[in-house]
């Protein structure tokens, strides 16, 4: 802020002799509110006394030097976050700071709301309501500020921003002093905070002793002052620069059992939240060079919530389950009906549909919107899912369709043929009379209605469940009238061959699948992509699964991650105990299964593919590159009993078969009458024995000379490989471990891939059971590999980083 000689020369002829002085022009929104005098902040010299803590805790500015002139105070706007019953405040990045204040600065010539997209377009920032709004999910609106002034107390671990008319009362006294050269300036403001401007570097605030902490009793603690300080540059916070604009790929997270997704009990927005900023690290760290490039932008995580709409008040299945609950141990009831349940819910087929719809609407409805606001994006699209989350995306893409009808998903529907029904008779046997008028004053009849969308019918008011019931009775009419279509022109049944799961012929399967088709108006699996090993003619995925009706999703997953997944388990538990090699997704061509060793819920999927081979699971590398010191022990130490073994055995072999060894014939004495020759053949003998006597030795010596070497042997051996560099110890890795096909279910490449453990972890593996199966959220090993299977398939070379 700039003033003219005439603006100072005011403020010098004012500032000396004033007692009040209102420096607050909006008192409403004040700290110091009210509409009298008594309220106006109070401005007054102080005594030249030191404070009680300045000269012993704080720094003190050399009087001396030249001041420097006064320039207006930086602003960077905050969000407010709520935790664990604590406030914080945490900075936007610069980049979303810049835009803030430059609509701020124009948003006052507007009467219409400024909005401006931040955290890379997934929070809308209304500017004059100082409210920040989730575009993407359902979450109470957070405010947002536009700071200058900070202060933190002794036992704060971080500055917390003033409101932002308290901080403009400061910056203009602090104009003042600065201006008028005149310090130890106090503030009383009405609500009994006193602000002490002793110097520049030097501004603290005094509580009033009634709005101290009431469990405080000491006299020293109540008067001990808050430390102020002006612009975010002087205080210490981290500031990141800002995501970049660019989205690679796009991936679908879906959660497991329960409304906690960890250990802390935080939601699947938070726990994407940080496996978003995990992989951002990553990228910055293992893509660098490609980012200076231009060739990398980001991965867009995107949350999906299918638990809100089972146990909302749509369904009345919290009520049902709570009356028939036992009250005893009330909490470890709260918790299985919180969270187990689940497993049964997905079991019902009442609840199961419910499950499958709002999770393909979930995503169907993410991607929408986020091709809205990103409309340049053209990249690919995968889907991750945790536990429960996993197996539910699995039977979604088992039962997806690639024809030309549903490639587009629920959005390409054809209008139903349902001449034979009127609205008013359908609505007769859904048992939803009550809403012909509803429906009629839009003039909709059956054709029209089959074109409208969930949120269509939310528009109108209708409820979830009557919406829901109307969708699905849409779906079957029109599902009846593609399996009459299918019955008339029915092919010629291919020759009978053996199928890989029941041992059934497959012509004799596909007839059976056929029947079920034309039978059949309560499912929309098409069983011809089932009879090559997941699925069985007599219905479902395998024995033992509901029948309901599969939507479709709007896009071809290019990638399915699964986390700590019971694939494999309720697999089995359905019947199926073979899939065979030559399954793959309808529309999408790769999957990983991952897992971590000590997972209770995990479970393997290439034993149910290659069952005649004991495969190892891929080990997922390190992050920094290399494995885990402790595993690199482990495995030294394995090597070293193995070769310590046959070594001792090699030793043992042949110390016996030197000491068995039968030695020279004694030769008789030498008697009168023998001939020399005689002679010289027994001294011929004894010489070959001191030969063979001294090689023994020599022998022996070599062996002790290798004795005594031999720890130096063992280290270079064993040990020298522990601490090489990172990307050599991969590429031995990898060169050791030949590629082995596994099926198309990845495109034949391997599927099972296991996460490294840590050490403390493999002191008890039953105390981190649990936590290990919700590790997966905060997994640096985990992002990375999702990030190199991402960017292997446009191409991007991976960098390790140097340690």
Not at 94 to 112: F, G, P, V, Y
Not at 124 to 146: F, G, I, L, M, N
Not at 586 to 607: G, L
Not at 741 to 751: A, F, P, Q, S, Y
């Amino acid at each position: 802020m700039s003033f003219s000689p005439g603006e100072e020369g005011a403020l010098s002829q004012a500032a000396p002799d004033v007692n009040t002085q209102d420096l607050c022009h909006n008192p409403a929104q004040c700290v110091a509110t009210g509409n009298t005098s008594e309220d106006k902040v109070r401005v007054s010299p102080v005594v030249d006394e030191a404070s009680p803590s300045s000269t012993s805790s704080f720094e003190i500015l050399d009087m001396e030097s030249v001041l420097a002139p006064y320039q207006e105070v930086q602003p960077h706007w905050f969000f407010c976050r709520q935790a664990d019953d604590n406030t914080f405040w945490l900075p936007f990045s610069r980049e979303d700071s810049d835009k803030l204040e430059n609509s701020c600065n124009t948003a006052a010539s507007k009467e219409e709301e400024v909005v401006v997209a931040v955290d890379g377009q997934r929070y809308d920032v209304h500017v004059k309501e100082r409210k920040c709004y989730p575009v993407y999910w359902e979450q109470a609106p957070t405010e947002v500020r536009r700071c200058t002034w900070f202060y933190k107390g002794d036992k704060d671990t971080r500055f917390m921003p003033y409101p932002e008319d308290f901080s403009k009362s400061l910056e203009e006294a602090y104009m003042i002093s600065v201006t008028l050269n005149e310090w130890k300036r106090k503030l009383d403001f009405p609500t009994g905070e006193t602000v002490i401007l002793h110097n520049p570097k030097l501004i603290m605030q005094y509580q009033p002793i009634g709005l101290q902490d009431e469990w405080i009793s000491s006299p020293s603690e109540q008067t001990r002052p808050r430390t102020v300080k002006r612009g975010v540059d002087n205080i210490s916070v981290e500031i990141t620069d800002g995501e970049p604009e660019k989205v690679d790929h796009l991936v679908f997270m879906v959660h497991g059992i329960g409304p906690a997704c960890d250990l802390r009990f935080r939601s699947i927005i938070q726990c994407v939240n940080d496996f978003r900023s995990a992989s951002l690290s990553l990228l910055a760290s293992h893509y660098k060079r490609a980012q200076q490039d231009g060739l990398v932008g980001r991965v867009e995580f995107l949350p999906v919530n299918w638990r809100s709409a089972l146990h909302g008040d749509a369904t009345g299945v919290d009520k049902d389950i709570q009356r028939i609950t036992l009250p005893s141990i009330s909490r470890l009831r709260h918790f299985t009906n919180d969270t187990l349940l689940d497993l049964f819910f997905y079991n019902s087929p009442t609840y199961c549909q419910t499950i499958v719809d709002t999770v393909a609407s979930e995503v169907n409805r993410l991607h929408d919107l986020f091709k809205q606001r990103h409309p340049e994006f053209n990249g690919a699209v995968s889907v991750v899912g945790h536990s429960l989350g996993s197996l539910i995306l699995f039977d979604l893409l088992t039962n997806q369709r690639t024809g030309s009808e549903t490639r587009e998903g629920l959005s390409s529907w054809e209008p139903c043929c349902l001449k034979c029904d009127t609205l008013e008779q359908a609505l007769s046997k859904l048992g939803l009379q009550q809403y012909l008028d509803t429906l009629q004053a839009e003039n909709l009849d059956l054709e029209s209605l089959a074109l409208c969308h969930d949120s269509d019918l939310k528009d109108l008011g209708i409820p979830l469940g009557p919406r829901k019931k109307i969708l699905n009775y849409i779906r079957r009419k029109k599902l009846l009238e593609d399996c009459r279509t299918q019955t008339e022109c029915v092919a010629p049944l291919p020759p009978l061959t053996t199928d890989h799961v029941g041992n059934q012929p497959l012509g004799l399967a596909t007839q059976h699948s056929q029947f079920h088709r034309a039978q059949s108006v309560t499912s929309a699996v098409d069983y011809e992509y089932f009879d090559v090993g997941i699925g069985q003619p007599s219905g479902g995925i395998a024995k033992g699964q509901v029948s309901i009706d599969y939507p479709q999703l709007a896009f071809h997953p290019q990638m399915f991650f699964a986390f700590g997944s019971p694939i494999g388990m309720f697999l089995t538990v359905r019947g199926l105990k073979h899939i065979d090699p030559s399954y793959t997704f309808p529309t999408c061509k790769s999957f990983y299964n991952i897992y971590h060793p000590y997972d209770p819920v995990a479970y393997r999927i290439e034993p149910m593919i290659v069952s005649d081979v004991d495969l190892e699971p891929m080990l997922i590398p390190h992050h920094k590159g290399r494995k885990r010191m402790h595993l690199e022990l482990k495995d030294s130490f394995t090597r070293m009993s193995m070769d310590l073994k046959n070594n001792v055995l090699g030793s043992i072999r042949t110390a016996w078969q030197s000491f068995a060894r039968l030695p020279a014939v004694a030769l008789p004495p030498v008697i009168e009458g023998e001939t020399t020759t005689e002679t010289d053949l027994e001294e011929t003998r004894a010489s070959a024995e001191v030969t063979a006597s001294v090689k023994r030795e020599e022998k022996s010596a070599d062996f002790g000379t290798k004795i005594l070497e031999w720890p130096s042997a063992f280290h270079n051996h064993y040990f020298k490989g522990v601490c090489v560099e990172a990307e050599t110890s991969v590429s031995a890795e990898q060169t050791q471990q030949p590629e082995i096909k596994v099926g198309m279910l990845n495109g034949g490449r391997r599927i099972d891939y296991v996460l490294q453990e840590k050490p403390i972890e493999s002191f008890n593996e039953y105390l981190f059971a649990i936590q290990s199966h919700l590790c997966y959220w905060e997994s640096e090993d985990t992002a990375l590999l999702l990030l190199k299977e991402i960017y292997d398939k446009l191409g991007v070379a991976f960098e390790q980083p140097q340690q």
